[in-house]
Nanobody, 115 residues
Framework: QVQLVESGGGLVQPGGSLRLSCVAS????????MGWYRQAPGKQRELVAI???????SYGESVRGRFTISRDNVKNTVYLQMNSLRPEDTAVYYC?????????WGQGTQVTVSS
């Protein structure tokens, strides 16, 4: 089990930017996948972005080109830089890691995009 602490959510206007951070309780070099998912009210949780230990990434179709995932294994941290935010990006964003074949989730951080 990996403990995750997220930060960086909040209220932002359309077109604005936010950066989410997630710190893991395990050594970042030992975590195979680190990433972000989101869940809007009344919708299923969906992939936002993941980064594998080798550096490869995958993005959800709706965020590709606007969001960028990165990770710092020394700091056991994964980041999500969100640019050109839209109202439809409003959701609770969850950090996710895969360690020794098991998934762990953060508590979630609210991102609201509204004027």
């Amino acid at each position: 089990q990996v403990q995750l602490v997220e930060s960086g959510g909040g209220l932002v206007q359309p077109g604005g930017s936010l950066r989410l951070s997630c710190v893991a309780s395990r050594n970042g070099f030992s975590i195979s996948v680190m990433g972000w998912y989101r869940q809007a009210p009344g919708k299923q949780r969906e992939l936002v972005a993941i980064m594998r230990s080798g550096g490869t990434t995958s993005y959800g179709e709706s965020v590709r080109g606007r969001f960028t995932i990165s990770r710092d294994n020394v700091k056991n941290t994964v980041y999500l830089q969100m640019n050109s935010l839209r109202p439809e990006d409003t959701a609770v964003y969850y950090c996710n890691v895969r360690f020794r074949g098991m998934d762990s989730w953060g508590q979630g951080t609210q991102v609201t995009v509204s004027s």
